[in-house]
């Protein structure tokens, strides 16, 4: 059965998906030089001349034959693309029918206040009357993603594709869980590196990862883990969410002094996180995916049967000029993914690509991401 890996970007779980053996091509919008090293790709700029857009990824995947999809971010805000890419194939991720529950605000507000699931106040257009002016609000995009478009509400009307979300003070974090639509297994919780200056990010974007989650003490983390487990125990059910999944939450102190993780979004594909899970487990994120829609589950705790212990992290490098690339064929073996082909140009505020980075410490996987950061800067400046 050959599956089409379609979205954005592309390469991580094709990595995972060839290295557990299946049959996959792949459709997004960078056409990164590793990832074609390993797998057949298609582009849409480089192949189709066109830019990106879910319909223009849906308008490409007609040219390519396949028998089944797997989508990625940010496909999850069309569930009507979904549902055109999946008709006549088997559709490996969540149907059209929970995309559009999952990513609706007001269910997913809704959902939270019946399920007791802690999480921020969200006000919906129309609503910015109720907006506590002592409470600091972000104004996000209804279709959010990556963190992009988030900025921080200055009184304005809403207009009919944003909200308005109670800034949290706290850690950023997300879960990763694979659902067969009524169970869930918990499989890590990661640090989210957001608009760090290291990396090039601005604000609220998203911009990497570091796995495992810490924080000031081991029992701490440890109620972040079962209340988590708690929280996609019942997103699970209530949505009847499938396959490998996604949250993004903060991690607040709670009305009792200890941490709590508040509910931000719910990401229901694949997510970047996913990546350093299966560096630290050796485990397939995709296989567990694809399995899970036969309604097998894995036995797994988090946190233990590591690996390869430690820290791993991944940070994605943004653009803060316009740039053509240097040569980047030696890139993979220096620790390097999402690696764009020599000569390409990459306008400022654009990735560049992602670099990853172990370490026997939280502080010091940070320190060896910003040092490969700032190594991929030189290069581009000519100072190697």
């Not at 459709?27 to 298609?42: E, K, P, S």
């Not at 943004?318 to 064929?329: G, L, N, S």
């Amino acid at each position: 059965m050959k599956t089409l890996i379609v979205g954005l970007s592309t390469r991580a779980i094709a990595e995972s998906a060839v290295q557990s053996g299946y049959d996959v091509v792949t459709l997004d919008y960078f056409g990164d030089r590793d990832q074609r090293a390993i797998v057949r790709n298609y582009a849409l700029q480089r192949d189709f001349d066109l830019p990106f857009s879910p319909q223009a990824l849906l308008e490409a995947s007609h040219e390519l034959q396949f028998d089944a999809i797997v989508f990625t971010s940010s496909l999850e805000n069309h569930p009507e693309v979904v549902e055109e890419l999946g008709r006549g194939r088997r559709l490996l991720g969540n149907p059209p029918s929970v995309l559009r529950e999952v990513r609706d605000w007001s269910k997913l507000r809704a959902v939270c206040d019946v399920e007791e699931i802690p999480s921020p106040t969200t006000l919906l257009p129309g609503e910015e009357k109720e907006a506590d002016p002592e409470i600091s609000w972000l104004r996000k995009p209804v279709r959010s993603g990556g963190g992009h478009d988030v900025a921080v509400w200055s009184g304005q009307s809403l207009d009919q594709v944003h909200v308005l979300q109670e800034r949290l003070e706290g850690r950023p974090a997300s879960a990763a869980f694979v659902a067969d639509g009524r169970r869930s297994v918990l499989i890590a919780v990661t640090e989210q590196l957001i608009g760090r200056e290291a990396l090039g990010a601005r604000g609220y974007t998203w911009c990497g990862n570091i796995f495992p989650l810490t924080l000031p003490s081991s029992e701490g983390v440890n109620d972040v883990l079962r209340s988590v487990e708690r929280t996609v125990e019942r997103l699970t059910r209530r949505f009847g969410l499938r396959g490998v999944n996604g949250m993004d939450f903060v991690v607040a102190d709670g009305p009792d002094g200890r941490p709590q993780p508040l509910l931000v979004e719910v990401n229901p594909r694949y997510t970047a996180s996913m990546e350093l899970v299966e560096r630290a487990y050796g485990l397939s994120m995709f296989d567990l995916h694809v399995r899970s829609f036969d309604g097998e589950l894995p036995a797994f705790s988090p946190g233990e049967t590591l690996e390869h212990p430690g820290f791993h992290g991944k940070g994605i490098l943004y653009a803060e000029r316009d740039v053509v690339m240097p040569r980047t064929d030696t890139w993979r073996s220096r620790g390097r993914r999402d690696i764009p082909f020599s000569g390409e140009e990459i306008e400022t505020g654009h990735p560049i690509c992602t670099v990853l980075a172990q370490g026997e410490s939280r502080d010091l996987c940070w320190s060896h991401l910003a040092a490969g950061a700032e190594g991929v800067r030189q290069e581009l400046s000519g100072d190697r």
